[in-house]
């Protein structure tokens, strides 16, 4: 998986720090977060997450002049099990409406709005996630999360924004989902 992200110099803008790939953190190195309200919501935020795939890589994305970032997770799946993922992730999707829970900074409420799906892949949907912050934070947290099924992988991109919104570049998705669809042909 690590061979189908981003090198430097793929990235038309990124920051002089590159675009790093990691893989998760061993389960007992992670810090674990009790489930959020609504059981739906955990079920998209945990496929979001690549909870279950056989193998993940995250990578990082920094953009020169844009202090918010972005991130995609490359998710693989033993055979089939990509595609039922992705039918529960849009299961969920259809009743998860907002969630309340707790995270790195304390407890937060979550709003979800669908959003167009881009045409690519396999199937993608595309949503956004709005949770209030603090004025003392400059406005309120808006990430929008681009998810895509290529075979027997699911990758999700997100980007980050708070007091506005952003989109994850669109050249970028084709890309990778494209990385993933050619890796997959026999």
């Known amino acids: 998986m690590r061979a189908l992200t ?9 920051h002089e720090a590159g675009i790093p790939v990691r893989d998760p953190q061993p389960k007992e190195e992670q810090r674990s977060f009790p489930p959020v309200s609504d059981p739906t919501c955990q079920t998209m935020l945990d496929i979001r997450n690549g909870e279950g795939a056989s193998t993940l890589v995250l990578q990082v994305f920094n953009w020169k002049g844009d202090i918010w970032g972005g991130g995609s997770t ?3 799946y033993e055979d089939g099990k990509a595609q ?6 849009k299961q969920a999707l259809g ?15 979550s709003t979800l709005t669908m959003e167009q799906a881009p045409d690519v892949g396999d199937e993608a949907v ?3 996630e709005t949770a209030p912050m603090g004025p003392e934070h400059g406005g309120e947290r ?3 999360f681009t998810v895509v099924r ?10 980050l924004n708070v007091g506005g919104s952003a989109s994850f570049p669109a050249d970028l998705v084709n890309r990778q989902v494209e990385r993933l669809q050619n890796a997959q042909r026999p």
């Open 142 to 144: 808006n990430e929008q």
């Open 6 to 14: 981003f090198k430097e110099g793929e990235v038309a803008g990124a």
């Open 95 to 109: 009743s998860c409406r907002s969630y309340e829970g707790t995270g790195w900074v304390g407890k937060f409420k």
């Open 126 to 128: 595309r949503f956004r």
């Open 84 to 89: 039922q993922a992705f039918v529960q992730l």
């Open 150 to 159: 290529a075979g027997n992988t699911i990758v999700t991109f997100q980007k």
């Open 74 to 76: 490359l998710a693989a």
